[in-house]
């Protein structure tokens, strides 16, 4: 959970590193509360709560995702690649699962610990 809460005190950081793991578990959270998101939208027949909560957390998710690339030795610009329908969202998942390179040390800040 603190990986997920490290996401709203970084909310804006677009220039830092982040490890797969760290990434991951911001990314499984994120998955549960949508879920539990939904399921409470389909019991009081509400719509709203899942798409309010992906809005708050459009810009940290994209933030997370610019520092999990740069780790793995990419820009966060690659990002964009998941516009394009199917084969974006699969090279970026492949980008994102890659492990950290030894020379995006030289080109963004160091892991954090």
Same mark, same amino acid.
């Given at each position: 959970?603190?990986?997920?809460?490290?996401?709203?005190?970084?909310?804006?950081?677009?220039?830092?590193?982040?490890?797969?793991?760290?990434?991951?578990?911001?990314?499984?959270?994120?998955?549960?509360?949508?879920?539990?998101?939904?399921?409470?939208?389909?019991?009081?027949?509400?719509?709203?709560? $899942?798409?309010?909560?992906? &809005?708050? @957390? =459009? +810009? %940290?998710?994209?933030?997370?995702? *610019?520092?999990?690339?740069?780790? /793995?030795?990419? $820009?966060?610009?690659?990002? &964009?690649? @998941? =516009? +394009? %329908?199917?084969?974006?969202?699969? *090279?970026?998942?492949?980008?994102? /699962?890659?492990? $950290?390179?030894?020379?995006?040390?030289?080109?963004?800040? %160091?892991?954090?610990?």
């Amino acid at each position: 959970m603190e990986h997920f809460t490290a996401a709203f005190t970084n909310f804006a950081n677009f220039r830092d590193r982040a490890s797969r793991t760290q990434y991951w578990m911001f990314f499984l959270f994120y998955m549960i509360i949508c879920v539990v998101l939904m399921v409470i939208e389909a019991v009081i027949g509400l719509p709203v709560l $899942s798409a309010l909560f992906t &809005l708050v @957390m =459009l +810009i %940290p998710s994209l933030a997370y995702g *610019a520092r999990r690339l740069h780790d /793995a030795g990419f $820009s966060g610009w690659w990002q &964009l690649l @998941m =516009l +394009i %329908p199917l084969i974006g969202l699969i *090279a970026v998942l492949v980008m994102l /699962a890659l492990p $950290s390179k030894g020379e995006a040390q030289e080109r963004f800040k %160091p892991q954090p610990a």
